[in-house]
């Protein structure tokens, strides 16, 4: 995609959505940890239902810790792979209580050090929490990336460095959730939704936007 699509592209994102957010339901940047660390292979419909009972008894690292594994796998376990999630998060609480005060660190190094977070988690945190210019690739960002020819790449790493490369900076901070709603609600896997879609003209999926 040349750079006046690309410009184009998220201009109409923008225009659209001028402020998007995560659909992850949290209140502060560990709620946003533990949400995340959740979602991995789960919708976020079905995080926050877990969440929203969970957050209510316990919402800070000394909190969770005290429920213990099985009273935190009570609240999270319609989540899948809730058995690993549940020890990660443990751990990850303590290693927040140990090293880091209590509190979410602003920092990649530090984040990826915890239990159950990886560069996409980190990333999500960095920037939804802290406003940080970062761009997450899931699998929503990585087909729309590839589909369109904003970004391609054959791995989330590639595709995220280049999205870094090619967005006009000032986007940067909010194309994470601009591309991740478009691939979960327009650009889907099996049907894309390309005769509504806002940025067909400018799209080189051609096999299904093409007149």
């Not at 995080?47 to 969770?64: E, G, K, S």
């Not at 880091?100 to 050090?113: K, M, N, T």
């Not at 899931?138 to 729309?144: G, L, M, Q, S």
């Amino acid at each position: 995609m040349k750079p006046d699509r690309r410009e184009e592209f998220f201009r109409r994102l923008k225009a659209a959505m001028p402020e998007p957010t995560t659909e992850l339901e949290y209140r502060t940047p560990f709620e946003l940890l533990v949400a995340v660390i959740l979602s991995a292979q789960a919708t976020d419909v079905g995080v926050n239902r877990a969440t929203r009972r969970l957050f209510a008894v316990a919402n800070t690292p000394q909190q969770i810790l005290e429920l213990g594994l099985d009273g935190l796998k009570d609240y999270i376990r319609t989540i899948g792979l809730y058995n690993s999630k549940a020890d990660n998060i443990l751990k990850t609480c303590g290693i927040l209580l140990q090293q880091h005060a209590g509190d979410v660190p602003r920092d990649r190094a530090a984040l990826e050090a915890l239990p159950g977070v990886g560069r996409k988690t980190a990333n999500v945190v960095l920037n939804t929490a802290f406003g940080e210019p970062t761009i997450a690739v899931d699998t929503h960002i990585f087909r729309v990336a590839n589909r369109t020819g904003l970004a391609p790449g054959k791995t989330p790493l590639q595709v995220e460095l280049e999205l870094l490369r090619v967005v006009p900076e000032r986007y940067h901070k909010d194309a994470h959730h601009w591309l991740i709603l478009h691939g979960r609600y327009t650009c889907k896997a099996r049907k894309p939704a390309c005769p509504e879609c806002i940025v067909r003209d400018l799209c080189g999926f051609k096999s299904k936007t093409a007149v």
